[in-house]
């Protein structure tokens, strides 16, 4: 069966379809990082002012936040297993994406761990810092977003201040910085460059 030639218009459609595929990729409403950059903060500055007030055991906090990310979690699976109505494209960023979130997320997990069989916790939180800059750095580079690798060079630099101060309660106020600089901003920033695309 020989293959028909297409026609110049069809070609065009083509690239039209494939630039806009790529356009919607490299859209980020910021919310994930909005969304986990306050939860985030909130386990940061109350775990802080515990070290201070002594309300509740050390790592009250981070259990409530593992609860509440579990949860989000679960829902997330929920959703993506649902059947769609619309096939979604299967693209290399997609899957560039899907791999550099496998990867954070493992590495993530055994560093939690790590704190829970002995790492030292301001040790723990200043590595969970540099797993944060790198993926920032990757994300930014990948979106074409400054703000996101700023976010990286400042999680480093905190990640570095935290495992020199090796303290709980410097961690925590280090951790708090970083995630408003890494997170909370730049997933503000590209929600408001989002909602001008929109308009």
Do not use: C
Not at 30 to 44: D, K, P, Q, V
Not at 63 to 87: C, E, K
């Amino acid at each position: 069966m020989q293959e028909q030639p297409i026609s110049e218009q069809e070609s065009l459609q083509i690239i039209r379809q494939m630039i806009a595929t790529a356009k919607q990729e490299q859209k980020d409403d910021g919310m994930g990082w909005i969304l986990w950059g306050w939860l985030l903060f909130a386990g940061s500055t109350l775990s802080f002012l515990n070290q201070f007030t002594r309300w509740v055991n050390d790592f009250f906090f981070w259990n409530l936040f593992g609860f509440l990310s579990l949860i989000m979690l679960v829902a997330g699976l929920v959703r993506s297993v649902r059947p769609r109505t619309t096939q979604r494209v299967r693209t290399y960023t997609n899957e560039l994406y899907s791999k550099l979130n496998v990867g954070f997320f493992m590495t993530l997990i055994l560093i939690i761990v790590s704190i829970n069989v002995g790492v030292r916790p301001s040790l723990g939180f200043g590595l969970l810092l540099a797993l944060y800059g790198f993926w920032m750095l990757i994300y930014g580079a990948l979106m074409h977003f400054r703000p996101s690798v700023a976010g990286a060079w400042i999680n480093w630099a905190l990640a570095l201040a935290t495992l020199l101060a090796g303290d709980f309660k410097w961690a925590m106020l280090f951790h708090a910085v970083a995630v408003l600089a890494g997170y909370i901003v730049p997933g503000h920033m590209a929600y408001a460059q989002f909602k001008r695309g929109q308009e």
